[in-house]
């Protein structure tokens, strides 16, 4: 390769609860380099998580089981043979998945109805968490179009 490969820069864990994941989110959920507003959004979230009489599980819990439920193993990716394009379902690999999950969630959130952002995230993560959700549909849909598509797996990228 002519390039060097490109280092990975290392991210603090949070403060709170000393995780990198949970920074990982907090990029993620960012706008415009607001990181401080997006770590409050995040822990208000936990918060009503908490405070949540219906929640068998803290915040951080729950979060946790939401980032496991929505985690896709398996993608499609378009690849053109022959004038044709075709689905290829295709294994990610470890990094993606997570980020993948975790931008399904606060698509998801954002897209939902509720007052303050905190309370949209909270609601998607609960949902999220019991296997409901629109986060969770996106990866039966992901799964179910790569079991559809399993025929055309024999052209991997």
């Keep these: 390769m002519r390039k060097s490969k490109i280092l990975k820069q290392h991210q603090q864990p949070d403060p709170r609860y000393n995780d990198m994941m949970v920074t990982q989110f907090v990029n993620n959920l ?26 068998e599980q803290g915040g951080y819990e729950q979060w946790k089981k939401a980032i496991d439920n929505t985690t896709p193993s398996v ?25 993948l999950s975790m931008k399904w969630l ?27 959700g629109s986060a969770v549909k996106k990866k039966e849909d992901t799964h179910r179009m790569a079991e559809a598509n399993k025929a055309f797996s024999h052209f991997k990228v």
């Design 106 to 132: 606060i698509r998801y959130a954002r897209a939902r109805a509720g007052k303050s952002m905190s309370e949209r995230l909270a609601n998607e993560i609960m949902a999220a968490a019991n296997g409901e």
């Design 30 to 55: 960012m706008y415009d380099g607001k990181k401080s507003l997006a770590f409050r959004i995040f822990y208000e979230a936990m918060d009503i998580i908490d405070n949540n009489e219906n929640a």
């Design 75 to 99: 993608e499609v990716r378009s690849r053109r043979v022959g004038g044709a394009t075709f689905q290829i379902p295709t294994e990610i690999k470890g990094n993606r998945r997570v980020s």
